[in-house]
Structure formats: structure tokens, C-alpha cells
């Protein structure tokens, strides 16, 4: 009996991007048309509610096209969970994952899809360039890579985004994580099956502004850090313990003075300095409790991640 070819579905969230869809799609199927002899390549857009005219123009590919499928999200709910919304939906034997602005060339995809088929579970891209970034994007990223690499014990390849392809195994692996503050580039090299880099030079935006402001961006950093290691935790116990130390050593030199010296001992202002340094220090670690504790709460609401409002061709 002939197999029927492997299907492999695209995976793109798209938040307000409607100057670019129309440019995405023709790449797109030039990917299909690329792969037509060896896989069934269909699109899932994942529509992270717009406030454009990204979800009719999507509605009408849809309409056309069998292999288009689309679900809408009720509002906004991120990146994270628009991709995680398409991976949930998602039934191909093979998953790609690619961001709607063309700074990912589509093409890739079929030379990333055949490192797969000869027997490697994620094939991620990682950016070799990245054009049309500013120098504060790039300095920002490489640190949140040091940090994230420093305080994380899964290794989370530098410079990768989320544009990558996946076989089935990983994708229902994901499924089953269900945590509400989601970093999928760490999640992927979590789940531990075997994985390689492509290497890729990363475009500009196609058009429109990123939708990634810095408030955002710092959001999905600390979130990252946050949710990913319990590291800083255990950082703060052990500063807070070595500051106690060099306050006892400090206690017993002014007790020696006091007590063997006619030295008087420093007065008031030392110890405000003090009393005000370690009020501060002592207020900003209950926060970062604070925020393990907010996850905690937030998880345990056990809310469905994301809500969907319509699909097409699911
Ligand atoms: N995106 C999304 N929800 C958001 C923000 C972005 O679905 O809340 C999508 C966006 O449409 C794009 C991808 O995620 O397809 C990456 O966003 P963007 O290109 O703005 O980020 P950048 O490349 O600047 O980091
Ligand atoms: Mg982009």
C-alpha cells in the first residue's frame, strides 16, 4: 500500500499584520509548491485578535484554499499562546513554527523539514545575522541569552527564536505542558528529544512596526526567567546569608572596640545607612518572592490559556 505523504503544517501567529499577509501567502506557497512531491504542507494561522483587517483577509484565504485554516483568539493573549494555540490544533506529522512578518524566510522550511525527515526530532533556526535591529535589540538580546543560560539548567541555544520545525512526538510532548507563562524556545530543548541548528540571516519586517515594544519585551524576559528557573530564589538565600555574616563580623569588631579600645564607636548615620540598605534590599527580595508567589496563584486559577472565538477548515 502506498503511504500517503507526511503533512506538514505551518504555524503562524498573527497580530495586526495585515500589510503583510498578502506577500506571507505567496511565500508560502511557494514553499508548498517547493515540498508538493514529498509533503502536504498546510497553513494554521493563529489570529492573536487584531484590531485590522488581518482576520477577514485570512477568512478569505481560508474560504479558497482547504489547506488554509485559521483560528481566531477572543483578544490578545501574546506570542507564547497564539503559538501555543496552533500547537494544541495542530495535526500534522511534521509542525513548523514562523513569525507572519517575513523576517523568517518561508523557504527555509523545506531544507529544515528534510534535516528532520533524516532523523532530527526540532531543527530551530538561529539567527547568523540580524539585519534591521538596533544595536539596543542586539545588546538586549545577547544578555537575556547569558542570563537565561546562567540561571536555567535546560541549555537554550542562543540566538533562536521560535521559528523552527518539530516532529509529532515533541509537538504532543508540549501539549502536555500545560504552564500559563510559556517560554517555548526553553520548553523545546526541554522536552530533551534530539535537535540541531539551522543557521539563518534574519530579515527586516517585511512592513509594519514590531509588536514587540520594550514593555513587552522586558515582560517576556523576566517571565522567562521567572518561570523557567527557581535559581534567583536560591540566589537571594544566599546573599541574604552572606550579608548576615559580614553583619555579625561587623557586631563583633564594634563589640571588641567597645569593650578593649577607647575607639569610639561610629554612631547614628552608620547604622541608618544600613537600617535603609537592608530595608530596600530586604523589600525588593519579597517582591522577587512575590513574583513565584503570583505565578503560583495564577496557575492555580487553572484557566484555559487562551480562548478561541472562530476557526475556519479545522
Ligand atoms: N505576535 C502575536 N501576538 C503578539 C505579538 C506578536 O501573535 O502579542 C506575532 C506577530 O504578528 C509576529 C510574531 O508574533 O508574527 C513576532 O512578532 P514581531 O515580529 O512583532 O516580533 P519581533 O520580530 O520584533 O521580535
Ligand atoms: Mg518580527
Not at 535591529?133 to 537575556?144: H, L, N
Not at 577607647?262 to 523589600?283: C, K, M
Amino acid at each position: 500500500m502506498l503511504r500517503a505523504q507526511p503533512i506538514l503544517t505551518v504555524i503562524v501567529p498573527v497580530f495586526n499584520e495585515e500589510d503583510c499577509i498578502e506577500a506571507l501567502f505567496a511565500r508560502l506557497l511557494g514553499l508548498r509548491q517547493q515540498l508538493s512531491a514529498e509533503a502536504d504542507v498546510q497553513f494554521l494561522f493563529v489570529d492573536d485578535g487584531s484590531h485590522d483587517q488581518s482576520v477577514p483577509a485570512l477568512s478569505a484565504l481560508a474560504d479558497e484554499q482547504p489547506f488554509v485554516k485559521l483560528i481566531a483568539l477572543s483578544r490578545n493573549f501574546g506570542h507564547q499562546l497564539a503559538v501555543t494555540a496552533g500547537l494544541d490544533n495542530a495535526d500534522g506529522d511534521w509542525v513548523a513554527v514562523i513569525d507572519a512578518d517575513l523576517q523568517d524566510p518561508p523557504e527555509a522550511i523545506a531544507d529544515m523539514f528534510h534535516r528532520g525527515l533524516a532523523g532530527v526530532d526540532v531543527v530551530y533556526g538561529q539567527r547568523r545575522s540580524r539585519r534591521g535591529e538596533t544595536v539596543f535589540k542586539r545588546v538586549s538580546a545577547a544578555a537575556f541569552y547569558r542570563v537565561i543560560s546562567m540561571l536555567s539548567d535546560t541549555d537554550i541555544p542562543k540566538d533562536t527564536g521560535d521559528f523552527r520545525v518539530m516532529s509529532r512526538r515533541v509537538v504532543a510532548t508540549l501539549r502536555g505542558m500545560r504552564e500559563r507563562h510559556r517560554f517555548l524556545r526553553g520548553m523545546v530543548p526541554w522536552t530533551g528529544f534530539r535537535s540541531e541548528a539551522y543557521l539563518y540571516d534574519r530579515d527586516e519586517r517585511y512592513t509594519g512596526k514590531t509588536k514587540y515594544p520594550l514593555s513587552k519585551m522586558l515582560r517576556f524576559a523576566a517571565n522567562a526567567i521567572v518561570s523557567f528557573s527557581a535559581k534567583p530564589l536560591a540566589l537571594a538565600t544566599k546573599f541574604g546569608l552572606l550579608m548576615a555574616l559580614l553583619g555579625a563580623l561587623g557586631a563583633f569588631y564594634m563589640l571588641y572596640l567597645k569593650l578593649f579600645s577607647d575607639i569610639p564607636v561610629p554612631g547614628l548615620t552608620s547604622i541608618l545607612v544600613t537600617i535603609v540598605f537592608f530595608g530596600g534590599l530586604q523589600i525588593s527580595l519579597i517582591g522577587l518572592v512575590g513574583e513565584y508567589v503570583a505565578r503560583i496563584f495564577e496557575e492555580a486559577k487553572g484557566r484555559p490559556l487562551y480562548v478561541i472565538s472562530e476557526t475556519r477548515n479545522l
